[in-house]
């Protein structure tokens, strides 16, 4: 049996009262969102918001243009 969201759980409300909750709920500084995002980040990815993994360098690689005269 395939998994079914509840449908009555959630309101759509009005445009004002989205505005309103998003003006009190969401972090003033973009610091606060950054801090949010990070540990949002943490949570979906199962890391210690205190120890990221590191970034994986194999991944990208860098090279100089060739530089044509003329």
Same mark, same amino acid.
């Given at each position: 049996?395939p998994?079914? $969201?509840?449908?009555?759980?959630?309101?759509?409300?009005?445009?004002?009262?989205?505005?309103?909750? !998003?003006?009190?709920?969401?972090?003033?500084?973009?610091?606060?969102?950054?801090?949010?995002?990070? !540990?949002?980040?943490?949570?979906?990815?199962?890391?210690? +918001?205190? &120890?990221?993994? $590191? +970034?994986? $360098?194999?991944?990208?690689?860098? $090279?100089?243009?060739?530089?044509? &005269?003329?």
């Open positions: 049996m998994f079914r $969201r509840a449908r009555t759980a959630h309101h759509a409300g009005t445009h004002e009262q989205a505005a309103e909750y !998003y003006a009190q709920n969401q972090p003033a500084t973009p610091a606060e969102r950054l801090r949010a995002a990070a !540990y949002l980040n943490s949570a979906a990815f199962g890391y210690d +918001l205190n &120890n990221p993994p $590191r +970034l994986g $360098r194999t991944a990208f690689a860098t $090279r100089r243009h060739a530089y044509r &005269n003329g």
